[in-house]
């Protein structure tokens, strides 16, 4: 494998012609066009990521932003959909207890309980802690800020790497009502119902209530005797607005998520058995959208441990997210007040072995909820010094259960629970400064310093006969209920860390139209604790406890409006480096998770998005990424299923005398990191193709290079390139009070996948060493339709 420094002249070459097709580009970032006069021009994109409104073109920091109204027409309902069309932004919903966010091909990698991301989520100011949330529906979206780099300074906990900010509609001034209806044909065949109401309730009072319900299948189809896998999925957001004054405005809003669905879009995806073997699976171990079985072990019940349970393998998930923003202003400053306040109820079920077998079953139960407060001061003025400065507190809790069921492993009945809790104390510093020099010259210094505490518990327990007790502290009295005490072992420690992000930036304006800028930013994401180790006492109090991680963004860009505002591209050339990069790996041997903390890992590349409005009736858009990503140190990597000497794998001494099977990944390309993607589109309308009636025709070509989404680098977890096409056809009233649109993604029905792993289902009992994946999705076709009050 070649490997690229900056140093590289081939990394140089693709750096230079790329910076020339942005150059010479002809095409759009995706937003909608205007008329002044006889003149075409780009609409404005205003943000709010960095806690105050913003042109999108006057901010040092490369982002994509999209329209909710965009969204909605496209059929994306949610972030892994938005991932699979976004250049350097990846969102893998994993089988376990986290899911992963990558950006620029580095994120937190593993699906287990103790991760934080890295790549931060907010909802309406709102931090969001736990990385199954970012599984709620797109609901009344008024946009969505992909931020790329360390947002550590403004947006704060958790940004080392870069940050989702997402932005719902807001009350109204006047009446209005919509109803949207999408019924999907291929890949989630279903119905998909939203709804929202807006309005004044008297003078001072605003209000808008929104709903969605889905009721779809899952992509995976399950075997004959197997339950129908489906998801039916409830979301609702309430928000209210009091502005009494023109100085004073209170704004509440609670939303909620209720999901229930059974079935996981996943499937043995290979194994290396004899046909045979094949034949006794019931499994043909490809990928291609069918699985033998989503069930239950004969006598295991996920609530009891016990009687028999043929629901397949539900996920629930119960959410809430509230918020209360006080906002006066003074004049020449404005102070605001950030008290929100989520919890979340999430089970889920996994049959890990994906076959007939029914023989082993894992259960996860997670509890969580958070209390956070920001006070912060923003300037008003127009002069040379803009600022703002603040406070936050956060304080929460998780408490993870994880009970596994094993049916006549290696002759025996196996249970195994897993107890976790962890408690976070989190008080940060922070402020930014943006100083004019000169008309043309700004000079941007911000920081945030972070106090942060963990306390951590795990409880492992294994048996050779299942039952159950109440509290931790039962589990571990050797005359406890079953005869068959095996092993308990049992962690509890205190991680305190601190640390200060910052970012350095100058932006020079060539003109109004026209700036450049550099910055160089700082990350850090505090450690935690490994809670689902299954290791033996010593190796667990040694490796309980896992270390901080710090990153380091250098980047120069631009951002350009050209043509009198009919053309636009941004660009952004950037390296960032992380130390001790968090990492997770399944080892399928002993069906656990093992922490790892990579020495370090860097990316370098340049990414661009633009536009053009060609005419009334045309626009085009595209945005694109080339990256170099690879871990600079990482010598304790783990194998994956089957890998041999030959194929880098070696036995490593253990703690406890015994060996463990590990790999040097130093100078390997890093997860989810594909080297090229990009997109290209573009929207035609037909103005009054009927009195009254528009039809315009959208289409996306969506291209991403081959990347890896394992850890370990099995090739079975490589995906190969991929080109996907997007299409729509709306007919629409020319003052929007309705329309109806047939929607196709994914029409080339691609397969693709967003995370992979061994499974010990082919690779004990019945050898081989199986590995399975979780489907991305297929071709899609919808029709959609709209009618606004």
């Not at 065949?189 to 929104?210: I, K, N, Q």
């Not at 043509?563 to 660009?571: D, K, S």
Request: proline share 3%; with cysteine; charged share 20%.
């Amino acid at each position: 494998m070649n490997h690229l420094t900056t140093e590289s002249p081939r990394l140089k070459f693709k750096l230079c012609a790329l910076a020339l097709v942005i150059g010479a580009s002809s095409v759009a970032d995706a937003q909608s066009v205007r008329a002044g006069g006889d003149t075409l021009i780009l609409e404005e994109i205003v943000i709010t990521a960095r806690k105050r409104a913003e042109n999108l073109q006057d901010v040092p920091v490369s982002v994509l932003a999209f329209q909710g109204s965009e969204l909605r027409e496209a059929g994306i309902i949610d972030m892994q959909a938005l991932s699979l069309s976004t250049p350097n932004f990846h969102y893998a919903q994993a089988t376990g207890a986290s899911d992963i966010l990558t950006v620029r091909g580095l994120g937190t990698s593993g699906s287990g309980p103790h991760f934080e991301p890295a790549v931060g989520h907010v909802i309406n100011g709102q931090f969001i802690s736990r990385s199954r949330l970012g599984r709620s529906a797109f609901l009344d979206i008024n946009q969505v800020e992909v931020l790329k780099g360390p947002q550590g300074a403004i947006i704060g906990k958790n940004t080392s790497l870069g940050a989702i900010n997402i932005v719902s509609n807001k009350p109204t001034d006047d009446f209005t009502a919509g109803i949207t209806a999408t019924y999907e044909f291929e890949a989630r065949e279903g119905y998909l119902m939203e709804g929202f109401v807006s309005g004044p309730l008297s003078d001072t009072v605003r209000a808008r209530l929104a709903l969605s319900y889905r009721d779809q299948e899952k992509l995976v189809e399950n075997g004959p005797d197997a339950p129908e896998p489906y998801e039916e999925d409830l979301a609702g957001r309430f928000t209210i607005d009091w502005a009494p004054s023109d100085e004073f405005d209170a704004e509440f809003f609670t939303q909620f998520a209720e999901f229930e669905r059974n079935g996981v879009d996943r499937e043995l995806s290979f194994c290396n058995n004899p046909e045979a073997v094949l034949a006794a699976l019931g499994d043909d171990c490809k990928l291609n959208g069918k699985t033998t079985s989503e069930g239950f072990p004969a006598g295991f019940n996920p609530n009891t441990g016990h009687g028999n349970n043929d629901a397949g393998t539900p996920f629930e998930l119960s959410a809430n997210v509230s918020g209360l923003t006080l906002e006066y202003d003074f004049g020449n400053f404005t102070l605001t007040s950030l008290t929100g306040y989520q919890s979340s109820d999430i089970f889920n079920t996994i049959d890990t072995d994906l076959s007939a077998r029914e023989t082993q079953v894992i259960s996860n139960q997670e509890e969580f909820e958070q209390i956070s407060q920001e006070i912060r001061l923003t300037s008003n003025d127009d002069g040379a010094l803009n600022w703002i400065v603040g406070v936050f507190y956060l304080d929460n809790e998780m408490d993870f259960e994880q009970l596994s069921d094993f049916s006549a492993f290696f002759g025996q009945s196996l249970r195994r629970q897993q107890l976790g809790e962890v408690d976070t104390t989190n008080l940060s510093f922070f402020g930014q400064f943006d100083y004019d020099i000169t008309d043309a010259f700004t000079v941007t210094l911000g920081a945030r310093y972070t106090d942060e505490e963990r306390d951590g518990f795990a409880l492992q327990t294994n048996y050779s006969e299942a039952y159950t007790f109440d509290n931790r502290g039962d589990a571990c009295n050797t005359g406890g209920p079953g005869a068959g005490f095996r092993i308990c072992n049992e962690a509890e420690d205190t991680f305190s860390s601190d640390g200060v992000s910052y970012n350095l930036s100058g932006q020079y304006r060539l003109s109004d139209n026209s700036m450049l800028y550099a910055t160089v930013a700082t990350g850090f994401k505090s450690g935690a604790f490994n809670l689902l180790s299954n290791q033996p006492q010593n190796v667990l109090d040694d490796t309980f406890v896992f270390d901080d991680e710090e990153s380091l963004n250098l980047e120069v860009g631009g951002k350009h409006t050209l043509a009198n505002g009919a053309f636009r591209f941004n660009w952004a050339l950037f390296e960032t480096t992380v130390d001790d990069l968090q990492i997770s790996q399944n080892v399928p041997e002993i069906i656990a998770q093992v922490i790892n903390n990579a020495g370090e890992a860097s990316v370098t590349g340049i990414e661009f998005d633009g536009g053009w409005a060609v005419s009334d009736a045309l626009t085009l858009t595209y945005a694109g990424a080339w990256i170099e990503a690879e871990y600079e140190d990482f010598e304790g990597a783990g194998c994956y299923t089957g890998q041999t000497v030959d194929e880098g794998c070696e036995a490593e001494p253990t703690p406890t005398g015994g060996t463990q099977n590990l790999q040097d990944l130093s100078g390997e390309r890093t997860t989810r990191a594909p080297e090229l993607q990009f997109t290209l589109g573009a929207d035609y309308v037909f103005f009054d193709v009927f009195p009254d009636f528009d039809l315009s025709l959208n289409t996306k070509v969506i291209y991403t290079d081959d990347y890896q989404v394992n850890v370990d680098n099995d090739p079975e977890g490589a995906q190969e390139s991929t080109t996907k096409i997007d299409a729509a056809i709306t007919l629409a009233r020319s003052d929007n009070r309705w329309w109806v649109s047939l929607v196709g993604r994914n029409l080339t029905d691609e397969e693709t996948i967003s995370f992979a792993a061994g499974t010990s289902a082919v690779n004990g009992p019945l050898g081989g060493g199986g590995r399975f994946a979780v489907l991305d999705e297929t071709r899609a076709v919808s029709l959609k339709a709209q009618y606004n009050f």
